[in-house]
């Protein structure tokens, strides 16, 4: 584990506060059956907002005290518990020159200096549960924001808002997996470090929670969540996808199934705004070989298995040679894609033999990307429709 987990964070006890408690909830996982798309939703008993957002989620709703954009007491911003130098803060030019871009409604928070915005949410033990929120940094240096779920056997993990992969929009959405323990559970966002200016930390926006099922593997595929429909919440009007950051176990993937490795994040896209090869979703691979996806399989030793994906493009304006590198036990396949950035999509198949009872199956992109029209916003290669199946011999 390298640098991003840090020192489980003490809870100090919150005073007692009349906030309402978010209950989150979906259907029952999904049985052994093909790739069934996730629920989307809660149930409507839950006082749950559009889009599976957290109470007042999206900060539209107003703190009951500011001094300018500093937020005065604990409990005055609806359904939060903060600490520390939180500021209020509008999208567009700011005092002093800067610029926030708010991608979700008009407002945000500004995480200051070792501040801190929690909520607490009525979740059911032992399922799998994805945070999508939006976040930008605002200042120079470096900044993460880190994310705490409490009680939780997952230890709080920071997510690095310092490189903007979305440049075109000025801001990126992330997604964040963890399993519950407990059922009433305390999520946090924070900033865990300290500038000089005490007001310095990233915006956070639009929080949304949902309940992921859990993939199984078929007779007919080995992988599971191979078209990758089951994933985090996707905001309707967000044209960036989200982000899945690095370091993510197969467990607590928001990605269920999917471990995403390395240093850099993968992008969950919609077909909504992308040009996806089948289904609703699948993942841009927008981080060169600075990130991976890969996927741990059980396997018969000496049996030969065959591996077939789809690679195409995004339609998102990302031109160019692409190349997708496939690895599956020693086996490698390099799948070329000459990318117009109009969508279209190549299916490619590799064979490989078994040397034990796991196999990892792993996928990146050998080049790095960034769109024809601004040159910096980043973007990839797509993966999709993952698919193994053993040969017969
Ligand atoms: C949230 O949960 C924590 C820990 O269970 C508790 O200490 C705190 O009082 C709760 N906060 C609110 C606002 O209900
Ligand atoms: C508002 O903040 C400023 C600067 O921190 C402080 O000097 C002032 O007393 C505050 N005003 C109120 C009404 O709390
Ligand atoms: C999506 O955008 C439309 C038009 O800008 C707006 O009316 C609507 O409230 C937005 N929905 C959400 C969930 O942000
Ligand atoms: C592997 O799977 C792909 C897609 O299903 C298929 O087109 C290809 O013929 C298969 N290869 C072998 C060796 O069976
Ligand atoms: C790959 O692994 C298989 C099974 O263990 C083995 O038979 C084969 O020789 C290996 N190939 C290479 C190129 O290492």
Redesign the pocket.
Known sequence: MELPWVVVMLLLSVSASAAATLAVTAPPPASPAPAPAAPAHAPPQAPLGAEGLLINGNFETAPRKTNKTLIVGRHSLPGWTLRGHVEYVSAGPQPGGMFFAVPHGVHALRLGGRSSASQNVSVRPGSLYALTFAATRTCAQDEALRISVSPSLSAPADVAVRTLYSADTGADTWAWGFRASAQLTQLSFSNPGVQEDPACGPLLDAVAIKELPTPYPTKENLIKNEGFEIGPQVFKNSTVGVLLPPKQKDATSPLPGWIIESLKAVRYIDAAHFSVPSGNYAVELVAGRESAIAQVIRTVPNRAY???FAVGDAKNGCHGSMLVEAFAGNVTLKVPFESAGKGGFK?A???FVAGGVRTRVTFYSSYYHTKATDGVSLCGPVLDQV?I?P?KV
Do not use: D, E, G, M
Request: glycine share 0%; charged share 20%; net charge positive.
């Open positions: 065959n591996v077939s299916t198949s590799l064979r698919k199946q040969l």
